[in-house]
């Protein structure tokens, strides 16, 4: 399941794993969002709603291209450096390459596609 998320005059795609989470993420596509920095680690957004965690893992460690859903919050948190193992934590998918389009300080305007 690939995915394109145009940033600016960027064009990264991602592929999306086969989960409940990722599907449910992806019926919210097409989507627009503003990514914010948190902790210079990642770059997230809130989601227009929250998503199903059935069958998701309790919590996951993240690395540089993850892309996530932090349930507690209900965003989407896309890592720009590797982190500890977070509770709630569940994995979408992984940039296939360009991650260094969103290590920008502020924020970023993002549309993420489904690629047919």
Known sequence: MKIKITLNDAVITATLIDSET???????????????????????????????????????????????????????????????YSDGLVPLGKIDGGIDAFDISGSLNATIELVE
Do not use: Q
């Open 22 to 84: 990722a599907r449910d993420f992806m019926s919210l596509l097409p989507l627009t969002l503003t990514l914010e920095d948190y902790g210079d680690t990642e770059k997230v957004s809130d989601l227009p709603r929250g998503l199903s965690t059935e069958g998701a893992p309790a919590g996951y460690e993240p690395s540089v291209g993850d892309i996530t859903y932090y349930s507690p919050w209900g965003n989407l948190a896309i890592f720009i450096k590797d982190f500890r």
